[in-house]
């Protein structure tokens, strides 16, 4: 008799994006035109001076294991970003390299929450956050949002939502595009903090900003853990590396899973995000292109008949009421 799937395995739902994506590229192999719109992710390389940073490893790098932690050269090159973009200063020992920001969520998950803890999201979200809290047996509690509030997620909700041990908010969102203030940020942060509640602040589209300022958690709060990505600003989806800004207290145990489920991050793309950094230039190109294909639907959409939008201040994404 073969053994079951477990409960675990079976429960989770897809990423319905991947499926579409596969679905996709099988219409692609077989010699059909796609238009994609399916995947949040840039149609652009990764910058040049990445690209020369990979090159460069392969000849002079062994390419091994490294730390779990991260290279050294790139944890000050992330804090240092902090500090250049941010005003705020991060030590590089706070810095932790993970695989992408999907391989950094669930660090953060098992090292903030135990089985059954109830972690607050605002919905509509990221439904990635929902299936991986599932799958580690933590319990996804969805807080009502409209557009009066930008679909984020407000204290007056936080006070429904009955005993949870942990909140995540997005800014820029995911599917929504649009951001908390510095207001806003700072009391999420101060109410998390006064109630014992861990705040992750998903900060991938940071870079990616047309309207308002990007505020970053660690502006706001020691106690919060940051959650970033070189894939959406840095156009390098497919090199999955990403980071961890954490309190001092959760490094080591999130050391310890990350030696145990991932030894380290490819060691190649740790290079290539050290460089990344220096693409500015490049990168702050895309940007532009992505505010005037989003300024294209902004004016479009309303002339076809679907006029109540979101404020579409950042990411990719432009939701609508149909």
Same mark, same amino acid.
């Given at each position: 008799?073969?053994?079951?799937?477990?409960?675990?395995?079976?429960?989770?739902?897809p990423?319905?994006?991947?499926?579409?994506?596969?679905a996709?590229?099988?219409?692609?192999?077989a010699?059909?035109?796609?238009?994609?719109?399916?995947?949040?992710?840039?149609?652009?390389?990764?910058?040049?001076?990445?690209?020369?940073?990979?090159?460069?490893?392969?000849?002079?790098?062994?390419?091994?294991?490294?730390?779990?932690?991260?290279?050294?050269?790139?944890?000050e090159?992330?804090?240092?970003?902090?500090?250049?973009?941010?005003?705020?200063?991060?030590?590089?020992?706070?810095?932790?390299?993970?695989?992408?920001?999907?391989?950094?969520?669930?660090?953060?998950?098992?090292?903030?929450?135990?089985?059954?803890?109830?972690?607050?999201?605002? *919905?509509?979200?990221?439904?990635?956050?929902?299936?991986?809290?599932?799958?580690?047996?933590?319990?996804?509690?969805?807080?009502?949002? $409209?557009?009066?509030?930008?679909?984020?997620?407000?204290?007056?909700?936080?006070?429904?939502?009955?005993?949870?041990?942990?909140?995540?908010?997005?800014?820029? $969102?995911?599917?929504?595009?649009t951001m908390?203030?510095?207001?806003?940020?700072?009391?999420?942060?101060?109410?998390?903090?006064?109630?014992?509640?861990?705040?992750?602040?998903?900060?991938i589209?940071?870079?990616?900003?047309?309207?308002?300022?990007?505020?970053?958690?660690?502006?706001?709060?020691?106690?919060?853990?940051?959650?970033?990505s070189?894939?959406?600003y840095?156009?390098?989806?497919?090199?999955?590396?990403?980071?961890?800004?954490?309190?001092?207290?959760?490094?080591?145990?999130i050391?310890?899973? $990350?030696?145990?489920?991932?030894?380290?991050?490819?060691?190649?793309?740790?290079?290539?995000?050290? *460089?990344?950094?220096?693409g $500015?230039?490049?990168?702050?190109?895309?940007?532009?292109?992505?505010? *005037?294909?989003?300024?294209?639907?902004?004016?479009?959409?309303? *002339?076809?008949?679907?006029?109540?939008?979101?404020?579409?201040?950042?990411?990719?994404?432009?939701?609508?009421?149909?």
């Amino acid at each position: 008799m073969s053994r079951p799937l477990s409960r675990r395995g079976a429960a989770v739902d897809p990423f319905i994006v991947m499926d579409v994506m596969a679905a996709a590229a099988e219409k692609e192999a077989a010699g059909d035109t796609v238009i994609h719109l399916e995947v949040g992710q840039p149609s652009t390389p990764a910058p040049k001076e990445a690209l020369a940073a990979a090159r460069a490893a392969l000849d002079t790098d062994r390419i091994g294991y490294v730390a779990a932690l991260g290279l050294p050269a790139l944890r000050e090159r992330i804090a240092r970003h902090y500090r250049d973009c941010y005003r705020v200063e991060v030590p590089p020992e706070r810095v932790v390299v993970t695989t992408g920001s999907s391989g950094g969520f669930p660090l953060a998950f098992l090292a903030s929450f135990d089985a059954g803890d109830r972690i607050a999201l605002a *919905a509509p979200g990221y439904p990635a956050y929902r299936n991986i809290l599932a799958a580690l047996n933590l319990e996804p509690v969805d807080l009502p949002t $409209s557009a009066a509030d930008r679909f984020q997620p407000t204290v007056l909700a936080l006070e429904k939502a009955g005993p949870i041990a942990g909140l995540i908010v997005a800014s820029p $969102s995911n599917p929504t595009g649009t951001m908390v203030s510095r207001r806003e940020l700072k009391t999420l942060a101060d109410w998390c903090h006064a109630h014992g509640v861990r705040l992750i602040s998903d900060e991938i589209y940071h870079g990616i900003v047309y309207e308002g300022e990007a505020v970053s958690a660690v502006e706001v709060s020691d106690h919060a853990i940051v959650v970033n990505s070189f894939s959406k600003y840095f156009s390098m989806t497919g090199w999955r590396v990403g980071w961890l800004v954490l309190p001092q207290e959760l490094v080591r145990p999130i050391e310890r899973l $990350s030696q145990n489920f991932f030894i380290s991050v490819p060691t190649l793309s740790q290079h290539a995000a050290v *460089a990344a950094f220096d693409g $500015s230039d490049e990168l702050d190109g895309h940007v532009r292109r992505y505010k *005037a294909n989003r300024d294209l639907l902004m004016a479009g959409l309303p *002339a076809a008949g679907l006029d109540r939008l979101t404020p579409a201040q950042g990411a990719f994404y432009l939701y609508a009421d149909v």
